[in-house]
């Protein structure tokens, strides 16, 4: 209880649980919260009858609360690029970058599968269209986010100046 709690508050929403209310609505006579949990078995949302003192949890534990005039199959899934790599890029550019080990599957470039698996890809490869985007390399880098996390300065090396550096990082914030 104390974990949603907190997760709502450091997103500044307003949760009472006792009473049924998320953000802006509570529960009456016609409308509902659904606690849901990620199955990674089946890779999909599940609802479940437990009140939320009564769901372990882990690592691996996903909660979502879903209103009852949504629908389920609208929810993203709870984990990126099935737990085996990393999103990269935004939009349509985005894709998984996978793990040692693990591909993406054909035409699926929000996904990882073992290399053991279905083998190749189709369509365009977004990776490959993103990577004019990217400030890529072979080398230590050091990348700069901005507010939006976006890229904005990349320091390549590990010689680089630390005064040029603040230097940079002052100007951004500007």
């Given amino acids: 209880m104390d974990l ?31 606690i849901l949990t990620w199955d990674s078995a089946s890779w999909a949302w599940a609802s479940t009858n ?15 609360f879903l209103p009852s005039d949504a629908n389920m199959s609208g929810l ?17 550019g985005a894709h998984c970058m996978c793990d040692e080990g693990w591909i ?7 996904s ?15 990776h490959e269209a993103a990577l004019g985007e990217y400030n890529v390399g072979h080398t230590t880098a050091t990348f700069i986010i901005d507010k939006d996390g976006y890229k904005r300065i990349a ?7 630390p005064s040029l550096f603040l230097m940079d ?3 951004l914030a500007k």
Avoid: Q
Wanted: charged share 20%.
């Fill in 155 to 161: 320091w390549g090396g590990v010689t680089w100046d």
């Fill in 169 to 171: 990082l002052e100007e």
């Fill in 4 to 34: 949603a709690r907190t997760a709502f508050a450091n997103e500044n929403l307003k949760f009472d649980y006792d009473n049924g209310t998320v953000m802006d609505w509570t529960t009456n006579a016609t409308f509902n919260w659904s």
């Fill in 112 to 126: 990882c599968v073992s290399e053991d698996g279905e083998n190749g890809t189709t369509g365009v490869d977004p």
């Fill in 104 to 110: 993406r599957p054909s035409g699926d470039w929000l």
């Fill in 76 to 92: 993203p899934p709870a984990i990126d690029c099935n737990g085996h790599g990393w999103v990269m890029g935004k939009g349509s």
């Fill in 50 to 64: 437990s009140s939320l003192m009564e769901i372990p949890l882990g690592p691996e534990t996903h909660l979502a």
